[in-house]
């Protein structure tokens, strides 16, 4: 991969001082998805990535991971899972907690999402 490539890539992603809190620089990848040529750019990076890896898997953390998560899954052939904040899947989950800069929070995803030994791609932004 060529370096150009992705720095090509990284002068798409806004950053936001203080949000959503002081001392938060909060990296806004939404003008990357609204150029069609950054963001397939972006796709292809992770294709080339991750294309002989043996993946059965890609899953998305909500909300941004969703977007590219589902992307890659369907340029690679492979099934998507999402992984969403708490309380948002209307079946049997799975739970955990992770730390943020500015707080904790709580993601699920279906307990019958992935089978033992499948290899999963996880995907966020």
Known sequence: MHVDTVEYV????????????????????????????????????FVYRYMRQRLDLVAGIDARGFILGSVLAYELNLGFVPVRKKGKLPFRTLAEQYTLEYGNATVEMHTDAVKPGQRVLLIDD
């Open 10 to 45: 990284r002068r798409a992603i806004r950053s936001v001082p203080d949000w959503p809190k002081p001392g938060i620089i909060f990296r806004d990848i939404t003008p990357l998805l609204q150029d069609p040529r950054t963001f397939r750019v972006l796709i292809d990076m």
